[in-house]
């Protein structure tokens, strides 16, 4: 899993569910969220974190991951115009 995805999932969580959210998220993995983008990560990164939001969220990871995505393509979809 490439960093710019754990990244940006970072940001979307920041900017759908705010700062303290995000916060709850870091403090219950109990390790910082800090990506780096270019960097590759196990995919379990990435399913750890999907758990976590679920529980702080109180949403279903598969509405969690389809929300993800829908911020991911706009995010990218401006980067190109």
């Not at 569910?17 to 969220?33: A, T, V």
């Not at 270019?38 to 991951?65: A, P």
């Given at each position: ?27 219950d ?17 990435f ?14 990871k ?20």
């Amino acid at each position: 899993m490439k960093g710019i995805i754990l990244d940006s999932y970072v940001d979307f969580v920041e900017n759908k569910f705010g700062i303290q959210k995000l916060n709850k998220i870091e403090e219950d993995l109990r390790s910082p969220i800090d990506y780096y983008t270019l960097k590759t990560y196990g995919d379990e990164e990435f399913y750890k974190l999907i758990e976590v939001s679920e529980v702080v969220l109180q949403l279903s990871k598969e509405k969690i991951q389809y929300q993800f995505g829908e911020f991911f393509f706009d995010i990218n979809a401006l980067h190109k115009l």
